[in-house]
């Protein structure tokens, strides 16, 4: 059946092509098995990391392809078109996160050691801002960084670290002092890039509903030595770096959504127009049509916000577009939930059976509204910045 593609389809079409080509070797079934079984797709990293994939928007000086977000966004949206949704994309673009901050701030030693690794798969990068008595309100981390000869040491815990029984290195937020009484919150926090295999640190599975092919973990940090050599940008200002990388992941998951979202719509229009149910396709009942024609349309309007916030991220900066990137990261995670919510009334009671992969992208279409920051938060800076009210957190 013909399936009219939306416009920001006809952007950067040979990475796109690409990609499909590699997801095209890894069908519905495979990350079906993936997710049940709880085993990270080393296949499919691999194929991934071999095309030159993780290594897109690192500078050609690093080992990188010297391209643009722009071409990452593309990537990210049809990783996840292709059957794999978020399972797919977090398994590629959980290393890559720490890119624009080391990029941005770090040493001449770190970028030019460990880019190259990331580019080629070699190196696996997790973030650890989130903690447990923390969430959303990242200047009130507890986990500390003592100074110590000729380093810190790390004691506390980040939770929702995803990748990290599979990571092999943190990017990891740590306070190194307590700000004044005048001093802003985010004041005396730093970041460091350290190893995550340590005597010293613990990690733990944290069972979940879904996306299971990359565990979610709990890391606890006893006393963890990290040098100065591991010390990310300027002690004290860690929290201003990370920002350089977090505009960004807000867009990767706008595209990653607009991918699930797009998968939906094409698997109910499909099954509407096969099955047969009182001698006619379910596909000619309005009430089954008007869902799916409202989810294709709630996609095309996340799109256009989408891929104007990636061009205003790469003409105008990252920190230029807060706005956009919250706006998008809403309007796509909402789309997204949409269309997969009305494929499950599609699919009907056959949705609940895993062999159609429905349900499957239903939960983690669900996950994108919460994290890596709920929609209601990117509510509240809507309301503050664009609107001019109080603060309300």
């Known amino acids: 059946m013909d399936f009219a593609p939306f416009p920001h389809q006809s952007t950067k079409p040979e990475i796109r092509s690409l990609t499909q080509s590699i997801c095209a070797n890894f069908d519905e079934d495979y990350w079906e098995s993936k997710d049940a079984k709880g085993e990270f797709p080393e296949e499919f990293f691999e194929k991934f990391a071999a095309a030159g994939l993780l290594g ?36 590629v673009h959980i290393p890559l996160l720490c890119i624009p901050t080391l990029l941005a701030f770090g040493t001449d030693f770190q ?4 880019l190259p690794m990331i580019a080629n798969g070699e190196l696996f990068v997790t973030f650890g801002v989130t903690e447990p008595d923390a969430g959303t309100d990242t200047t009130s981390i507890s986990t500390r960084a003592e100074r110590t000869d000729g380093g810190y040491l790390v004691t506390g815990t980040k939770v929702w670290n995803s990748g990290a ?35 010293n640190i613990s990690i733990e599975a944290i069972p979940k509903i879904g996306r299971n092919a990359v565990k979610s973990a709990e890391v606890f940090f006893d006393h963890h030595f990290v040098s100065d050599d591991e010390v990310v940008g300027e002690v004290g200002k860690g929290f201003y770096h990370l920002l350089h990388s977090l505009n960004g992941e807000r867009l990767y998951l706008s595209a990653e959504a607009l991918g699930v979202g797009r998968w939906a719509v094409r698997n109910a229009a499909r099954y509407a127009s096969e099955r047969v149910v009182f001698g006619r396709q379910i596909g000619t009942n309005q009430a089954v049509q008007h869902p799916l024609a409202s989810s294709y349309l709630g996609l095309l309007a996340a799109g256009q916000v989408v891929y104007q916030a990636v061009e205003d991220y790469e003409t105008k900066g990252a920190a230029s577009v807060g706005t956009l990137a ?19 009334q599609v699919f009907g009671g056959y949705s609940f059976a895993r062999e159609y992969h429905i349900g499957r992208h239903w939960i983690e279409s669900r996950l994108q509204r919460i994290a890596p920051i709920n929609n209601q938060m990117i509510l509240n800076f809507i309301a503050e910045r664009s609107l001019g009210l109080p603060r309300s957190y």
Request: aromatic content about 6%; charged content about 20%.
């Open 56 to 91: 897109i928007t690192i500078p050609e000086a690093y080992g990188g392809g010297g391209g643009s977000l722009s071409d990452l966004i593309a990537v990210l949206e049809e990783v996840a078109a292709g059957g794999g949704a978020i399972n797919a994309c977090s398994s």
């Open 326 to 344: 919250n706006a998008a990261k809403y309007l796509a995670t909402e789309a997204a939930f949409a269309a997969t919510d009305s494929a499950m």
């Open 111 to 114: 970028k030019s050691t460990y």
């Open 165 to 199: 029984l599979r990571g092999d290195k943190i990017l990891l937020l740590a306070r190194t002092s307590t700000p004044g009484r005048t001093d802003k919150k985010a004041n005396g926090l730093t970041l460091f890039l350290t190893d995550l295999k340590s005597d």
